[in-house]
């Protein structure tokens, strides 16, 4: 064959097969602070360095792992916000997935590059954080624990917000098997069931002066709509934002040194459209 016509040959395949993945439809609106969106070209050990990274590639994670070990591309549509240049990731924990010396947690964190403990532009004015997620039913969570899967930590060391799921210890009654917001006093402020085969897109504002923060979401390539008003949350302490999994231990005061984790976990949850973005004047991309 012809190497032109060939050619020409692969590109129209290239174009049906991208044609039979649904892609995101929503633009991004408003000036991006910190972007975790994946180009389409990444490649797994482009998470592994500072150069090629959008994330901090040594944290948070367990040392003896890379990220390129930690990431995974799945197959399937993007979420949202993403179009055909951009691709989701997953992110996953084993029993190796250890931070330091907090052997009650396994973790697998990732924190924006720029995104400073203190003096961030992620706590200035008012910033929305994006994320959609996806379960992955080869690499189940297991819901009898706690995870938090994104959330901004102050430097002093509480929470502003936590986005959730499984069982909040010391919450049982609020179910398992809902993705959960809460604020920083661990107290829900809204929630929705998993589902199991679509894009669950969710946006969280934090307004850094007013002290609120503001719940979005919708599903597949849905446009967000506000979930909850602009509810008063205590947002000092500035901080950094992480998103991935902190998945909790079962049976311990001490969550962070002790408690249960069964042995030979191999867990996931898939990610899309993963950025904050610049609120001034109440801008949201929906
Ligand atoms: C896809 O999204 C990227 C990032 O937002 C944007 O720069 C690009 O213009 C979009 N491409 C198309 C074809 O819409
Ligand atoms: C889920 O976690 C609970 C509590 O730690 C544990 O008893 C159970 O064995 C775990 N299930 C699986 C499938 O690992």
């Given at each position: 064959?012809?190497?032109?016509?060939?050619?020409?040959?692969?590109?129209?395949?290239?174009?049906?097969?991208?044609?039979?993945?649904?892609?995101?439809?929503?633009?991004?609106?408003?000036?991006?602070?910190?972007?975790?969106?994946?180009?389409?070209?990444?490649?797994?050990?482009?998470?592994?360095?500072?150069?090629?990274?959008?994330?901090?590639?040594?944290?948070?994670?367990?040392?003896?792992?890379k990220w390129s070990q930690i990431i995974?591309?799945?197959?399937?549509?993007?979420?949202?916000?993403?179009?055909?240049?951009?691709?989701?990731?997953?992110?996953?924990?084993?029993?190796?997935?250890?931070?330091?010396?907090?052997?009650?947690?396994?973790?697998?964190?990732?924190?924006?590059?720029?995104?400073?403990?203190?003096?961030?532009?992620?706590?200035?004015?008012?910033?929305?954080?994006?994320?959609?997620?996806?379960?992955?039913?080869?690499?189940?969570?297991?819901?009898?624990?706690?995870?938090?899967?994104?959330?901004?930590?102050?430097?002093?060391?509480?929470?502003?917000?936590?986005?959730?799921?499984?069982?909040?210890?010391?919450?049982?009654?609020?179910?398992?098997?809902?993705?959960?917001?809460?604020?920083?006093?661990?107290?829900?402020?809204?929630?929705?069931?998993?589902?199991?085969?679509?894009?669950?897109n969710f946006a969280v504002t934090l307004?850094?002066?007013?002290?609120?923060?503001?719940?979005?979401?919708?599903?597949?390539?849905?446009?967000?709509?506000?979930?909850?008003?602009?509810?008063?949350?205590?947002?000092?302490?500035?901080?950094?934002?992480?998103?991935?999994?902190?998945?909790?231990?079962?049976?311990?005061?001490?969550?962070?040194?002790?408690?249960?984790?069964?042995?030979?976990?191999?867990?996931?949850?898939?990610y899309g459209s993963v950025f904050i973005?610049?609120?001034?004047?109440?801008?949201?991309?929906?």
């Open positions: 064959m012809h190497s032109t016509s060939l050619l020409s040959l692969l590109s129209a395949a290239a174009t049906a097969s991208a044609a039979c993945l649904p892609r995101g439809t929503g633009a991004v609106q408003c000036p991006i602070t910190f972007d975790g969106r994946i180009p389409a070209t990444t490649e797994l050990t482009d998470f592994d360095s500072s150069s090629t990274s959008l994330f901090n590639p040594d944290y948070v994670k367990g040392s003896s792992l995974q591309f799945p197959e399937g549509d993007t979420a949202h916000f993403d179009n055909d240049t951009l691709k989701s990731f997953e992110v996953t924990i084993s029993d190796d997935s250890i931070f330091q010396t907090q052997k009650g947690f396994r973790r697998a964190g990732l924190q924006f590059k720029g995104d400073t403990n203190t003096a961030s532009p992620g706590t200035t004015g008012i910033q929305t954080i994006h994320l959609s997620v996806k379960i992955d039913p080869a690499r189940p969570l297991n819901l009898s624990h706690e995870y938090i899967l994104a959330w901004h930590e102050s430097a002093d060391d509480a929470n502003q917000f936590n986005f959730q799921t499984g069982t909040i210890i010391g919450q049982e009654s609020l179910g398992a098997d809902t993705y959960k917001v809460l604020d920083r006093n661990n107290k829900q402020i809204w929630s929705t069931p998993i589902l199991e085969d679509s894009w669950q307004d850094f002066t007013a002290n609120t923060l503001q719940v979005y979401y919708s599903e597949g390539d849905a446009p967000l709509e506000s979930v909850t008003d602009a509810v008063s949350n205590n947002n000092a302490g500035e901080g950094q934002y992480q998103v991935g999994i902190l998945k909790k231990p079962t049976g311990t005061s001490d969550v962070v040194n002790s408690g249960y984790q069964e042995s030979g976990i191999d867990e996931g949850i898939i973005e610049n609120g001034a004047d109440g801008c949201v991309s929906l």
